[in-house]
Nanobody, 127 residues
């Protein structure tokens, strides 16, 4: 059974940093594109970042570009989201998602592009 479990969320002051982890089981991470999305109260789910199965390409939303970094450790079957210079606007539930490279064309910023989702972890940034 495929499972994605996020961790690392919490409360941080503006300007601080957090590193989120997404531990995968039931799949071999090295064969999957991975993405991070977030959803704040009263807002639609939005794309944050993504990394291709081979780590050849990374993608970031304009709102986080230059502040966030996505990476993966295939040996640990884990994807990370390093978040620096956090702002109150970053407050949201962050979820990771996966889709195998065996699928057709992949558009990283589209929620419908992913087959598996984690439960999410809360990130709260205070001002």
């Amino acid at each position: 059974q495929v499972q994605l479990v996020e961790s690392g969320g919490g409360l941080v002051q503006a300007g601080g940093s957090l590193r989120l982890s997404c531990a995968a089981s039931g799949l071999t991470l090295s064969s999957y594109h991975m993405g991070w999305f977030r959803q704040a109260p009263g807002k639609e789910r939005e794309f944050v970042a993504a990394i291709s199965w081979s780590s050849s390409n990374t993608y970031f939303a304009d709102s986080v570009k230059g502040r966030f970094t996505i990476s993966r450790d295939n040996a640990k079957n884990t994807v990370y989201l390093q978040m620096n210079s956090l702002k109150p606007e970053d407050t949201a539930v962050y979820s990771c998602a996966a889709v195998g490279r065996y699928r057709g064309s992949w558009y990283p910023d589209g929620p419908t592009q992913y087959d598996y989702w984690g439960q999410g972890t809360q990130v709260t940034v205070s001002s």
